[in-house]
């Protein structure tokens, strides 16, 4: 039935078969930490919640059944997806990275992993930089974030996929800004996709986690024996609480896509906006990958306000509905200082290199009435 079925009717029924004890039509929270067994080792599949739960069992088959892959394992948080994986990796092995992925990733691998792992960190949307790289790097994985995180650069996945399958290298993709409803990495050649649910899948800021989602059996039993050993597997309240979030993920996107579209609009012609960068837009330097391998836009935007940290941070605290908060993907608008909050961690001469400088503002557009929004805008540009 899952291959048969689109994601609209996916994200409310997978995971939501009625409890056969009840006939509960949401699941139960099995809030135990522990199972009884009828006899040593005779059990009905489980044995101990950082192993094993219910609850978070229908997650897994949600999640795994939106992003199309046979496996998830569902985390505690998005950078305990990203630990997991990256644990998971035979010492002493590379890692080529995106130049320009999330600052807890880049901080993972700069100041964490660095001790156990080399890591590189490449422009992914150049592709023969990709494929030199892999060439000289010999990597054991390659991780790639599409859209990335605050510029919105976008790599070719089903491209750098062939080039890593060449290659012998994992390839990676976080998918987070896009969810699975406007891109689906696992279909274009991915072996892992990683989503930290924090953001638009549980969508209403409430839940802390993350998941992984692929299709090899041997990735899943390796990465599964880490996640029970270390222990960071999501509780059985949050993996509910996104099991409920889910179900309106389609239906969010949809709206995070359209209020992005109008604001992007009033931003192009907005005499105070230096740059704006969305892959929607047709002078984006990637929009043609954007519009073949994604089949939304989604809801970030970033642009350059005309001057510097002055009339950033002028504009950010005069904003009343878009509250300044690091994360995204929440029903609720947020504006972000990618220097000053979520990319602090990135060492300074990256940053530069890469374009976050102090007069970047990246919006992570909610799903209010976009009048509103523009409105609110407006009187902070003021
Ligand atoms: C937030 C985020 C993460 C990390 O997830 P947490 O749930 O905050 O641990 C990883 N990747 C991307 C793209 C993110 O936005």
Same mark, same amino acid.
């Given at each position: 039935?899952?291959? @048969? ?5 996916k994200v409310i029924h997978l995971g939501g078969h009625p409890d056969p004890v009840t006939g509960s039509i949401m699941p139960p929270i099995h809030q135990t930490s522990?199972y ?10 489980y044995?101990?919640t950082r192993s094993h739960n219910p609850t978070r069992t229908r997650l897994e088959e949600c999640l795994a059944g939106i ?5 998830c394992i569902a985390t505690s948080s *998005?950078?305990a ?8 990796? =035979? ?47 010999? =990597? ?8 990335? @995180? ?45 989503h930290s649910l924090t953001k638009y899948i549980n969508g209403h800021s409430d839940v802390v986690g993350g998941a ?20 960071p597997s999501q509780s059985p309240f949050d993996s509910w609480l996104v099991l409920r979030g889910i179900k309106t993920l389609?239906?969010r ?5 359209? *209020? ?19 892959? *929607? ?49 929440g ?6 200082? =990618? ?7 990135? =060492? ?35």
């Amino acid at each position: 039935m899952k291959k @048969n079925i689109k994601i609209e009717t996916k994200v409310i029924h997978l995971g939501g078969h009625p409890d056969p004890v009840t006939g509960s039509i949401m699941p139960p929270i099995h809030q135990t930490s522990t199972y009884v067994q009828s006899s040593p080792g005779k059990h009905q599949g489980y044995e101990y919640t950082r192993s094993h739960n219910p609850t978070r069992t229908r997650l897994e088959e949600c999640l795994a059944g939106i992003e199309n892959a046979k496996y998830c394992i569902a985390t505690s948080s *998005g950078m305990a997806a990203v630990t997991l994986i990256v644990h998971s990796i =035979p010492k002493g092995q590379t890692i080529l990275c995106g130049d320009d992925v999330y600052g807890g990733t880049n901080r993972l691998l700069n100041n964490v992993f660095d001790k156990h792992y080399d890591s590189h960190f490449i422009d992914t949307t150049d592709l023969k930089l990709v494929e030199a790289s892999l060439k000289k790097h010999k =990597p054991y994985l390659l991780w790639i974030e599409t859209p990335t @995180n605050p510029l919105l650069k976008i790599s070719d996945i089903a491209k750098i996929s062939k080039l890593c399958k060449k290659h012998k290298t994992i390839l990676v993709v976080d998918n987070t800004f896009m969810s699975p409803i406007f891109q689906n990495p696992i279909d274009l050649g991915a072996d892992i996709v990683v989503h930290s649910l924090t953001k638009y899948i549980n969508g209403h800021s409430d839940v802390v986690g993350g998941a992984m989602m692929m299709n090899s059996k041997k990735l899943y039993d390796d990465i599964w024996y880490l996640q029970n050993s270390i222990g960071p597997s999501q509780s059985p309240f949050d993996s509910w609480l996104v099991l409920r979030g889910i179900k309106t993920l389609a239906i969010r996107m949809k709206a995070h896509e359209e *209020g992005a579209k109008e604001i992007v609009k009033y931003l192009q012609k907005h005499k105070k906006v230096e740059k704006l960068i969305y892959p *929607g837009l047709k002078d984006h330097p990637q929009y043609k990958i954007a519009k073949a391998q994604m089949s939304g836009f989604g809801g970030m935007i970033s642009f350059y306000i005309k001057g510097g940290i002055k009339e950033s941070r002028k504009f950010l605290s005069k904003l009343k509905f878009f509250k300044l908060a690091e994360s995204l993907g929440g029903v609720e608008s947020l504006a972000n200082h =990618p220097a000053i909050m979520t990319h602090a961690s990135v =060492p300074l001469a990256m940053r530069k290199k890469l374009g976050i400088s102090d007069n970047l503002i990246r919006l992570s557009v909610g799903i209010e009435n976009v009048e509103d929004l523009k409105k609110d805008l407006e009187q902070a540009f003021k």
